[in-house]
């Protein structure tokens, strides 16, 4: 049963990094890209940005000059950083699979609420 | 970047069908996936690609595509189906992924 677990820290002051990481269990990391997604309180859904194995990233033009998406193989875990935060990054963050054979997010994490507040 | 468009509501009764339709350019080059999100929870993928559906997802969830609109319907709505409903797809670049508003479904 594959699963993806994510941690991190949930209250952060405007101006500092939001730093986040998802492990996956029970898959390898190869054959697919690992996103981070948001969604503000109320509010729909944000993509950020992908990897995959190899390192490859993508991210949100909206986004790109603040974010870092890097990938760890041997623990089978990614993370995000998102720099120079504001009470606009206040949102629920979320990790989630996209294997390649069906382009769609497939597995999610359990999400993460990252409050920017000074 | 392109983007999705979805009413922000719906409602249907219960054991009706409904349709729940998103629309974007980048729609005639890919195909959208569907999620459905209820209060507290991560969003589930209920269809991707063509018109197919995870292990788990019922049969009465399914989904269309024509032109620049993918369709998600419903036939026969159960109380358990009222969420959020999110359209995503790739964008026109293809290295980006865009997500519809979300469409508000009640079931009465």
């Known amino acids: 049963q594959v699963r993806v677990q994510q941690w991190g820290a949930g209250l952060l002051r405007p101006s500092e990094t939001l730093s986040l990481t998802c492990v996956v269990y029970?898959?390898?990391?190869?054959?697919?890209?690992w996103s981070w997604i948001r969604q503000p309180p109320g509010k729909g859904l944000e993509w950020i940005g992908e990897?995959?194995?190899?390192?490859?990233?993508n991210y949100n033009p909206s986004l790109k000059s603040r974010v870092t998406i890097s990938v760890d193989t041997s623990k089978n875990q990614f993370s995000l950083k998102l720099s120079s935060v504001t009470a606009a990054d206040t949102a629920l963050y979320y990790c989630?699979?996209?294997?390649?054979?069906?382009?769609?997010?497939?597995?999610w994490g359990q999400g993460t609420m990252v409050t920017v507040s000074s | 970047s392109s983007e999705l468009t979805q009413d922000p509501a719906v409602s249907v009764a219960l054991g009706q069908t409904v349709r729940i339709t998103c629309q974007g350019d980048?729609?005639?080059?890919?195909?959208a996936s569907w999620y459905q999100q209820k209060p507290g929870q991560a969003p589930v993928l209920v269809i991707y690609?063509?018109?197919n559906r995870p292990s788990g997802i019922p049969g009465r969830f399914s989904g269309s595509n024509s032109g620049n609109t993918a369709s998600l319907t419903i036939a026969g709505a159960q109380a358990e189906d009222e969420a959020d409903y999110y359209c995503?797809?790739?964008?026109?670049?293809?290295?980006?992924?865009?997500f519809g508003g979300g469409t508000k479904l009640t079931v009465l």
């Open positions: 989630a699979r996209v294997p390649n054979w069906i382009d769609s997010f497939d597995i």
């Open positions: 029970g898959a390898s990391f190869s054959g697919y890209y």
């Open positions: 990897i995959n194995h190899s390192g490859n990233t």
């Open positions: 690609g063509k018109n």
């Open positions: 980048n729609l005639r080059s890919y195909y």
């Open positions: 995503n797809s790739r964008d026109s670049s293809g290295h980006h992924w865009v």
